[in-house]
């Protein structure tokens, strides 16, 4: 059975949003995506249990 997954939603100026676009699709990834690496690789490597 798969976990179920959480929505976080980000607000950010439209210039920054083009350029994160920009950055994914340089990596083959969509803006959600990369978002959602950068999100698990900061808790990782930030979280202390």
Do not use: C, P, W
């Amino acid at each position: 059975m798969s976990e179920e997954k959480k929505r976080l939603t980000l607000l950010v100026d439209n210039d920054i949003f083009e350029k994160f676009k920009t950055l994914a699709k340089e990596q083959n990834r969509t803006a959600g995506n990369l978002g959602t690496k950068l999100v698990n690789d900061y808790v990782k490597e930030n979280y202390k249990n």
